[in-house]
């Protein structure tokens, strides 16, 4: 938790900044990597704000403005999301390129240890990361120069163990302190006097133990929650949610073509000039806790007041894809009930920014309804975040003469520890499921 949500940002951010202290004769002046200062540095923080929007409300804290909130209560999960989710994205074309190429190598590293599940491969590939990001930090940054000798900090140095210490004792995810500092924010927030505060939380700890207690040796003390009102079961952990539409809907023109094949495909019949019709619902419950919604409701809102979840990692024979969600739709086949999801996939990724970012930023281009195809929800593995791709100065200025040239440019986002969110029982809350909120979404 400290070593890529404070010790790693503090450093990095300190040097590009130039607010680290400089020692003899080194000068600020020298540092070719200095660059996040003045309009550039205000621009960046602006540039990370505007991100906001495109993470899903899974992904908790949204990084704020760090031009504006760095100093001012800038929490560890907002560094951990803006260095090593959204970093090789919003530093590309800020940062001199092989100082944002050495970056993006050490993110690489990192964002294996984040996972709940490492294979020995992938271990053995973030280790060589790792271990060329300390030794190219040392050509880059501290040059061999006594004056730098502070750059070399016990953060930089650790990275080197935590392959070897992970094939040890496992994933770091299984032993963070994310855990520890939960539970004292809990424990604290139960203690109703002032006096005597120790003693008070011991025997708020032990009534927590007496209770966790009873709750495993007689599990019916704390039955699953009953699905929300309205909502429909479809087995594996998926739920349909509304908001439904109460009367079946006619496709729109273009998305015609899309479902006359995949009724002809489950073997219905349709004349040339019968349009099909579909109830839509508006969101999708996962196994793994999160809430995957649809472009039929987020579009009614304005995007600063939606955190998107519309975005989908798909997976069909093996396959991964990645598209946004339409809607949803059920159907009565054989005499069961089958959910499906209209989604537009995306094209494909951008292997040139793939290898120069060590797969760290994957950029994929928007195909609109060319991409429109019918899936069942159960090929749906998770929400992601498909933010539009920052323009460097370069393509800013070639923008200015051929408008639209990098139109539609998104990058792949996904949630660090998503399998150890779901893991403590932290399903997204599904604060849309409102009696008031789904009457007038039924309307529609």
Partial sequence: MHLVGLNLPEILLGLWRATLYTEGSDKYEFWDWAVLRGDIWEKHGRTVASLASYLPGSFYQAPRNPALKMNSGYKAWEFLVYLFVLGPAVFRGVLPDKYWRHFCRLVAGIRVFLQHRIQREQLLEAHLNLVQF????????????????????????????????????????????????????????????????????????????????????????????????????????????????????????????????????????????????????????????????????????????????????????????????????????????????????????DHTLAALSHNTLLVYQCLGNLGLDIISVKNIKAVVAMPPLPLTPQEEADEEVHPGQYAGRVFLAEKPGLEIFHLGGNDENDDDDTSSENAGNEKH
């Fill in 134 to 349: 300390v030794e190219e930090y040392e050509l880059l940054y501290y040059q061999r120069n006594k004056n730098r000798l502070h750059f070399c900090r016990q953060s930089i140095h650790l990275l080197i163990h935590v392959s070897p210490e992970t094939h040890r004792i496992g994933p770091p995810a299984l032993h963070a302190q994310w855990t520890m500092e939960t539970a004292i924010g809990n424990l604290t927030r139960e203690i109703r006097q002032d006096s005597n505060p120790f003693a008070n939380l011991m025997k708020v700890g032990l009534c927590r133990a007496q209770i966790n207690g009873l709750k495993a040796s007689f599990p019916e003390l704390e039955p699953d929650p009953s699905p929300p009102r309205g909502s429909s079961e479809l087995g594996d952990g998926y739920i349909l949610l509304r908001a439904r539409e109460r009367t079946a809907h006619a496709v729109q023109d273009y998305e015609i073509p899309v479902f006359r094949r995949f009724f002809q495909a489950k073997g219905f019949q349709f004349s040339g000039s019968v349009v099909p019709k579909v109830t839509r619902w508006a969101r999708l419950h996962l196994p793994n806790g999160q809430i995957a919604r649809s472009a039929w409701k987020e579009y009614l809102k304005p995007l600063s007041n939606i955190r998107m979840s519309r975005m989908v990692k798909v997976q069909i024979d093996g396959y991964v894809h990645f598209a946004e969600v339409k809607f949803y739709f059920a159907l009565n086949i054989n005499n069961c009930f089958h959910a499906f999801a209209l989604v537009a996939y995306f094209g494909e990724v």
